[in-house]
């Protein structure tokens, strides 16, 4: 099926549910909008900042504090992650470009201030050690 077809079916499949007017569909539509809202604004990396040992990691409606025990160095990796979570259950905003990770033993936070240089540290996560990566903190 070509891509022109495929359009024309959807703006069809789209016309027909207007025309249909179910308000049940215009509520389930609706749901999975707000639903989707709340998890970017919940995870979408906004800024990062930097006071005496403690990162604050923050998104649209949360912060997460992150108590530097340890300075490893800095890695230069590009926009993305330098060491990819193989086999690790995570959780977050994987986008290319910006992340926020949360993987069961690492921590990977980018802003959209990213400039290629990962700084990566052990620090303390809601009472929990981790390895923290951390790109575009000031």
């Known amino acids: 099926m070509s891509s022109r077809s495929y359009t024309a079916h959807w703006r069809w499949g789209a016309a027909a549910a207007w025309s249909l007017d179910i308000p049940e569909l215009w ?3 609706a749901l999975f909008f707000a639903v989707d809202t709340l998890i970017v604004l919940w ?3 906004v800024r990062c900042a930097s006071d ?4 604050k990691l923050c998104t649209p409606v949360r ?4 108590r530097v025990v340890e300075i490893f160095g800095e890695v230069a990796g590009g926009g993305t992650i330098p060491t ?4 690790a259950s995570c959780w977050g905003w994987p986008l290319p470009t ?3 990770l949360s993987c069961r033993d690492r921590l990977y936070f980018s802003t959209p201030h990213c400039g290629g240089r990962w700084m990566r540290i052990r620090g ?3 009472g929990r050690q981790k390895e923290v990566w951390l790109c575009g903190c000031r």
């Open 27 to 29: 509520y389930a539509v």
């Open 43 to 45: 995870y979408m990396p």
């Open 52 to 55: 005496s040992g403690i990162y």
């Open 63 to 66: 912060c997460l504090e992150v």
């Open 84 to 87: 990819t979570p193989r086999g």
């Open 98 to 100: 910006t992340q926020f």
């Open 124 to 126: 303390v996560v809601k």
